[in-house]
Structure formats: structure tokens, C-alpha cells
């Protein structure tokens, strides 16, 4: 681990070099408080740092460092992911509108194979390390050596599809989908005050306005009055930002659509 702080060092001394006085006397602070191990740190120089060229240069090595320790994982913006995100809940939201009654057997089917790839991958380190390639331009560095957010997902379907009905279920999957990419990409760019685990006032406002417009959509769509439409959307939202927040080892990619149909569920009981 101490070799790869050193490597995490130096390159951080690179950037300073091209950076201005203020920045750089603050990246060489964070730096020297980076080789004592103080992870916290070492994470706010990756996500607060001069340029996106040095976040992705130093991803890789910070989750090498970081594995093991109660560190924060680092969650670069990336528009494929992002991407990803928005087409998978169309896609599930897709099978609930047309194919309700198959929509349990779907998702078993691909959790098992999920969690199945998940053993493999703790059992054989090389697949580990090629599958960790293919999936690079859409994984966060951290999910190398933890269990992936597209299994956490593929798990949170296989329970909205178990316990909820299809709209309810597929208005928790659209806060999902567009609610979490906007509040991550807002939120990394532009918020200043962070809540709680790096999310910021502006990130979660930002997930509670899309989340909503999103389920509105959605619930329209599979047929709600708009006025009941208007109530399951705003308990899905609310729910599903209060998922994010309290997201630790389980991923928010469970929690949200879990706690987002929690919400809407809660609240079609009582409309």
C-alpha cells in the first residue's frame, strides 16, 4: 500500500506543478496527508482536484489503496455509465408494461446469473481481472474488488417484481434511472455542501426533481390518473433520495428503487 501512495504522491506532485499557488499549496497539504494513509483525504484531492485527467489517472490506484479500509469509494462522473443507467430502467420499465407477469422470472433469471459471475469472480482472481477490462469504461474503480452495481440492481428488480405491483415497480425503476445519473452529475459538478457519504444539497435536489418528473411520467404511462400520478411520484422521489443518502456497504443501486417503491407503495395505500 505504501508504494502505491508513493505512486499516488508523485502524481499529484506532477499536477501541482502545472497548477496555480493557491491550488497547488493545497494539493501539496492534501498530498503529505495522503502518505500517512488518511484516506479521506487522499479521496477529496481525486474528487476536488484541477483537472479530470488527474481524477482518471489516479482512480485505479486510489481504489488499490483504498481497498480494505473504511474509505469512501471514489465515483468519477461517466457519461457511459450514466448512460447505461437510463437505458437499463427503460428496459426494465419496458418488461413490466408488457410483459408484467414474466417480469419475476426475468429478473430471477438474470440476478442468479449475476450473483453466479459475483462467485466466480471471488474464486478466480484472473476472471476477476478480465472482466474488470471489459467493463471499464462503465465500472467504478472500487467495483473491481466489490460486488457490481448492475447486480445490486438485477437484486432490487428481482424484489419490486416479488413484492410490488408492475406501476409501482416501474416507477421506482425511472427514479433509478434518471433521478441518480442527474443527481451524480449535478452534484459532483456543481454542489458545494455535502449531507452525508459525499452527496450534496444540490446532488439530492437535483435526484428529488428528476426522480419526480420521471415517475410522473411513468405513472401516467401505466395509467394513473394524474393527480395520483402527481402523489406516487413525489413519495417515490422523496423515498428514493433517502435511499441514496443512507446507502453504505449495500449499494444505492438496491436501496433506492427498494426505498423509492416502499414510498410509492405507502402512499398509493392511502390515496
Request: with cysteine; aromatic share 8%; glycine share 6%.
Amino acid at each position: 500500500m505504501k508504494a502505491l501512495l508513493d505512486d499516488i504522491y508523485a502524481l499529484v506532485a506532477e499536477i501541482d506543478r502545472a497548477a496555480g499557488a493557491d491550488v497547488q499549496a493545497r494539493r501539496s497539504e492534501c498530498a503529505a496527508q495522503a502518505r500517512e494513509l488518511n484516506a479521506d483525504v487522499l479521496a477529496d484531492v481525486l474528487e476536488t482536484g484541477p483537472s479530470r485527467d488527474l481524477r482518471a489517472r489516479l482512480a485505479r490506484p486510489y481504489a488499490d489503496a483504498a481497498r480494505g479500509t473504511n474509505a469512501l469509494p471514489l465515483r468519477p462522473s461517466n457519461l457511459k455509465r450514466n448512460v447505461f443507467h437510463v437505458v437499463s430502467s427503460l428496459v426494465a420499465i419496458a418488461v413490466l408494461y408488457f410483459l408484467p407477469e414474466r417480469a419475476l422470472l426475468i429478473a430471477g433469471s438474470i440476478a442468479a446469473g449475476s450473483w453466479t459471475l459475483e462467485l466466480a469472480r471471488k474464486l478466480a482472481p484472473h476472471l476477476n481481472d478480465k472482466l474488470a477490462k471489459w467493463f471499464v469504461p462503465m465500472a467504478h474503480p472500487h467495483e473491481r474488488y466489490a460486488i457490481n452495481a448492475s447486480t445490486f440492481y438485477v437484486t432490487a428488480l428481482v424484489i419490486l417484481a416479488a413484492c410490488f405491483e408492475a406501476r409501482v415497480s416501474a416507477m421506482a425503476c425511472a427514479v433509478l434511472g434518471f433521478a441518480d445519473p442527474a443527481a451524480a452529475r449535478l452534484g459532483r459538478r456543481f454542489g458545494r455542501f455535502t449531507i452525508a457519504r459525499g452527496r450534496t444539497v444540490l446532488g439530492t435536489l437535483s435526484f428529488v426533481i428528476v426522480g419526480f418528473a420521471a415517475a410522473v411520467t411513468t405513472g401516467v404511462v401505466f395509467g394513473a390518473p394524474l393527480r395520483v400520478a402527481l402523489t406516487l411520484a413525489a413519495a417515490a422521489a422523496i423515498c428514493g433520495a433517502l435511499g441514496e443518502l443512507v446507502a453504505g456497504r449495500v449499494d444505492d443501486n438496491l436501496t433506492i428503487p427498494v426505498s423509492a417503491a416502499a414510498g410509492c407503495a405507502l402512499a398509493l395505500a392511502f390515496t
